[in-house]
C-alpha cells in the first residue's frame, strides 16, 4: 500500500509540475507578443491582437510577432525533444544535434546556397541589390536540410558498419561535423563580401525569418516526431537500464537507436534550416527536465519539450528587449542564459555524482 501511495504522490507531483511548465509557457507566449522595437502599449497591442487597431499594428502582431512566437513555441519544443531522444539513445548528457555535426552540415547547406546559389553570388557579385532580387527565399532552407539529412544518413551509416555502438556515434559525428566546417571555410573563403557577410548572417538564430507557412512544417514534422517519442518512452525507459537488459525486455536496440537517431536528426535539420543554428537549448532543457523529475520518459519528454519552448521564448524576448531597436541573434541568447545554468548544475553535482 505504501509503495502504491508512493507512485501515486510522483504522479500527482509530475502533473503538477508539467501543468506549471505549461502555464509558465503560456504566460511567457502572451508577454512575448508585447515585446518589440514598436514601442506598442499593452493596450494597442490587444487592439491590434482583436484586429479592432491600426493596419500597421494588426499588420506587426498577426504578420510578425505571432509567427515568431509560434515559431519559438514549436522550434523550441522540438529541439529539446531532439536532445533528450539523442542523449538516451547515446547514454551520453552532452548529446546533441551540434554534437552529430547535424548543425554544421546545416551551416555549409546554407553557405553553398547564399553564395553560389540561391543569390547568384557567382555572378552578382558585390550588388547587394542584384542578390535581393534574385534570392529564392525557400532555397536555403532547403539546401539546409538536404545536406543535414545527408549528414545524419552517413554518420548512421557508418554506424551500422560497426554494430551501432553509442560511442562510435559520436566519434563519426565528430569526424562528419569536421568535414562540414572545413568545407563551410573554404566556400566562405572564396565568397564575396555580400555573400559571406549574408552567410554569416545566417549562422544567426533569428525567428523573426518565421512565416505561418514556415510554422506549419515545423509543426507537423515536430508534432509527428514528438508523438512517435512519446509511443516508444517505454522503449527508452529500457534503454536506460542497458542495452542487455532492453534486449531481454524484447527491445530492438540497433533499430530503436536508427529509427529515433533519424527522426530527431530531421526535426533538428527543419528548424535549422529555416530559423538557422539555436544552441544549447537540446543540451539544457532536457538535462533540467530529467535532473528534476526523473528520467521516466512518459514524463521527461514532454518536460523536456515544455521546457525547450520556455526558454526559447524567454531568449527572443530578452533578444527584443536589448537590441535597442533590432534583435540580438536568439541563439547567442540561448547560450548566454543556459551555458552558466548548465555550469552551475555541473558544479552543483555532490561527488561528481548525480
Wanted: overall charge positive.
Amino acid at each position: 500500500m505504501r509503495v502504491r501511495s508512493d507512485l501515486t504522490k510522483n504522479r500527482r507531483r509530475n502533473a503538477a509540475a508539467i501543468g506549471l511548465l505549461a502555464l509558465a509557457v503560456l504566460a511567457a507566449a502572451f508577454v512575448c507578443l508585447f515585446v518589440g522595437s514598436s514601442r506598442m502599449t499593452a493596450a494597442e497591442c490587444f487592439a491590434a491582437l482583436m484586429k479592432r487597431g491600426s493596419a500597421a499594428q494588426v499588420r506587426i502582431l498577426w504578420n510578425i510577432r505571432i509567427p515568431r512566437v509560434l515559431a519559438a513555441l514549436i522550434a523550441g519544443a522540438g529541439l529539446s525533444a531532439a536532445g533528450l531522444v539523442m542523449q538516451t539513445d547515446l547514454n551520453n548528457p552532452m548529446a546533441s544535434p551540434s554534437t552529430l555535426g547535424v548543425s554544421n552540415a546545416a551551416v555549409f547547406g546554407a553557405n553553398l546556397s547564399i553564395i553560389a546559389f540561391a543569390g547568384g553570388f557567382l555572378s552578382t557579385g558585390n550588388n547587394l541589390s542584384s542578390y535581393t532580387v534574385g534570392m529564392n527565399p525557400y532555397a536555403t532552407s532547403l539546401m539546409a536540410f538536404f545536406f543535414s539529412t545527408l549528414s545524419i544518413l552517413l554518420i548512421l551509416g557508418l554506424c551500422r558498419l560497426r554494430a551501432f555502438q553509442p560511442g562510435v556515434v559520436v566519434l563519426a559525428g565528430i569526424a562528419v561535423g569536421s568535414v562540414w566546417t572545413a568545407a563551410t571555410t573554404i566556400l566562405q573563403f572564396y565568397a564575396t563580401d555580400v555573400g559571406l557577410s549574408a552567410a554569416v548572417i545566417w549562422t544567426f538564430g533569428d525567428l523573426g525569418r518565421a512565416t505561418y507557412r514556415t510554422d506549419l512544417i515545423m509543426a507537423v514534422v515536430v508534432g509527428l516526431g514528438i508523438a512517435a517519442f512519446a509511443v516508444l518512452s517505454w522503449r527508452f525507459n529500457a534503454l536506460l537500464s542497458g542495452d542487455a537488459a532492453a534486449r531481454s525486455m524484447g527491445v530492438n536496440v540497433d533499430l530503436l537507436r536508427f529509427v529515433t537517431m533519424l527522426l530527431a536528426s530531421i526535426i533538428t535539420a527543419v528548424c535549422v534550416s529555416f530559423l538557422g543554428i539555436i544552441g544549447f537549448v537540446g543540451i539544457i532543457c532536457p538535462h533540467v527536465s530529467k535532473r528534476l523529475l526523473g528520467q521516466d520518459h512518459r514524463v521527461s519528454l514532454p518536460a523536456s519539450a515544455l521546457s525547450g519552448s520556455l526558454l526559447l521564448l524567454l531568449a527572443d524576448t530578452l533578444s527584443r528587449s536589448l537590441g535597442n531597436g533590432s534583435a540580438l541573434p536568439v541563439g547567442a541568447i540561448t547560450s548566454l542564459l543556459g551555458a552558466p545554468f548548465f555550469l552551475g548544475i555541473l558544479l552543483g553535482r555532490k561527488g561528481g555524482h548525480d
